[in-house]
């Protein structure tokens, strides 16, 4: 009889026995649980990335500083309170008044665009009567808003992101305080006899996924001069740097937050366009954004920060966004790195 071969790697590589059974239950009830947490998992990871990034900051400046660390970590997490802020109480109330100001006034915008047109369109040889296309446009967006439970929907939804912004905040302050701690209670639940390949798996994937989130820096910094030259020095439209600050910020969370920075972007740029040629303007430009960060930047940068094919990075937010919404689009690359480094490491094979 041919005997199979041996793994690699044989003290650490083979998933067999008791432990081995105990961890892939584990592993399977907490994608479970996950999954079925999945509308109360934002917060969480939301301020568990920003503290992961944040960690080296905090350890940097323990060691030169010989300060505490749980000083140095309040210090930093008052500064990106801080931060946040001064951004909101800047950005925030103009991009609301403008945004509010647009949505009062659509009929007005839409009438006074038409006047430059006689309320005609041509395209393709034919006529089309843009008046009525636009009235009928203004009469279902404000139906839409009209609706008597669509007040009571906002209200609901405002008060959840208050409490949802309010436990991300406090979740911050305690990881950026304590993570450490919280990463070795979670070790704790892995069985004593394979504590060792979790942390060499840990060992493995914590500089890839820095490289990650590094890249996703990059983006956001492309994004915010991209967005800023395009709007203030192209389009010439009001609050340039602000929408730029805030299509960069958005960047972070893929397609939702990206879609929601154009639409503020575009009611701003309605409520102060000239005419047919504004809106053209701005739809070439958000498209050519788009296209130039989907189909350039962010799978060059993210696929070869994270060592994976821009169409696997593609297929991880579409999953992670089907799977657990949000939160999902946040961890897919994030879990298929921790999936990759786990097999590498089992396997003992550095080139897959």
């Known amino acids: 009889m041919t005997n199979s071969p ?29 999954y079925l947490l999945r509308f109360v998992l934002l917060p969480f990871v939301v301020a568990g990335v920003i503290a992961y990034i944040c ?30 802020a001064l951004t909101i109480a800047v950005a925030g109330r103009r991009l609301v008044t403008e945004a ?11 009438d006074r665009l038409l006047q430059q047109t006689g309320g005609e369109l041509r395209v393709f040889g034919h006529t089309i009567d843009a008046t009525a296309i636009a009235h009928t446009l ?15 929907g906002a209200t609901v939804y405002t008060f959840a992101a208050l409490i949802g912004t309010f436990l991300t905040v406090v979740l911050l302050c305690y990881f950026l305080v304590s993570g450490k701690s919280v990463a070795h209670g979670l070790l704790w639940l892995v069985p004593p006899s394979r504590r060792d390949l979790v942390v060499q798996i840990g060992a493995r994937l914590d500089p890839v996924l820095k490289r990650y989130f590094l890249g996703i820096l990059v983006i956001v910094i492309y994004a915010i001069v991209a967005a800023y030259i395009g709007l203030g020095h192209i389009l010439h439209i009001d609050h340039p740097l602000l929408l730029a600050i805030l299509t960069g910020t958005l960047e972070t969370v893929p397609i939702i937050g990206s879609t929601a920075a154009a639409m503020i972007a575009g009611l701003v740029s309605l409520h102060t366009a000239t005419g047919l040629g504004s809106i053209v303007a ?29 169409v696997l990075i593609i297929f991880c937010f579409l999953a992670g966004a089907v799977l657990l919404g949000i939160p999902g689009v946040i961890l897919a690359v994030p879990a298929a790195l921790t999936i990759k480094a786990t097999l590498a490491t089992l396997y003992g094979d550095d080139n897959r």
Not at 100 to 110: E, F, N
Not at 140 to 147: M, S
Not at 286 to 310: E, K, N, T
């Open 6 to 34: 041996e793994p690699k790697n044989p003290e650490v590589a083979p998933w067999r026995g008791t432990d081995g059974r105990v961890i892939v239950l584990t592993l399977a009830a907490l994608a479970v649980l996950v």
């Open 55 to 84: 960690t080296p900051l905090v350890d940097g400046l323990t060691r030169r500083t010989r300060l505490p660390r749980a000083l140095l970590a309040v210090a930093v997490f008052l500064a990106l309170i801080g931060a946040a």
């Open 100 to 110: 509010a100001s647009a949505v009062r006034d659509l009929q007005g915008t839409l």
């Open 138 to 152: 203004s009469d279902r967006i404000h139906d839409v808003f009209g609706q008597p439970g669509f007040f009571a």
């Open 282 to 310: 701005f739809a070439l430009y958000a498209v050519l954004l788009r296209l130039s960060i989907d189909q350039i930047v962010a799978p060059l940068v993210l696929g070869g920060a994270a060592s994976m094919h821009p």
